[in-house]
């Protein structure tokens, strides 16, 4: 899952599924909505990391609190990627924040 801040523009990262040269569109799709955006991207691929992961640059704009289901094609519109995003603008935000606590019990356990 990608977490981005509200605005009107933001990045993904992304292991498409084959090596490509160029994304040709993204499809948005707001989970609480469920409205679909295609937006187009015409964007040529960087690789970053020993050719490891692909950079998308979105325009779009997205506000707190949003779920979106986000898939990306590339220029012959084969499906390259599918990911999902959550809005939030809490800078420390993450899905396993906080400690860990242990469940303590009464309960007893006879072995034989």
Do not use: W
């Not at 090596?19 to 707001?30: K, M, Q, R, T, W």
């Not at 289901?69 to 990627?81: F, M, N, R």
Request: hydrophobic share 30%; net charge negative; proline share 2%.
């Amino acid at each position: 899952m990608t977490i981005v801040a509200p605005g009107t523009s933001f990045t993904v990262k992304f292991i498409p599924k084959d090596e490509i040269a160029e994304l040709a569109s993204c499809v948005l799709i707001n989970k609480n909505t469920n409205v679909s955006t295609t937006l187009v991207l015409n964007t040529s691929i960087v690789y970053y990391d020993n050719d490891y992961y692909a950079e998308a640059d979105i325009t779009h704009t997205v506000a707190e609190g949003e779920f979106y289901k986000y898939s990306v094609y590339t220029d012959q519109s084969v499906l390259s990627y599918v990911g999902s995003i959550f809005v939030t603008s809490q800078s420390d935000y993450s899905i396993n924040n906080g400690n860990y606590t242990e469940n303590t019990t009464s309960n007893e356990y006879i072995t034989r």
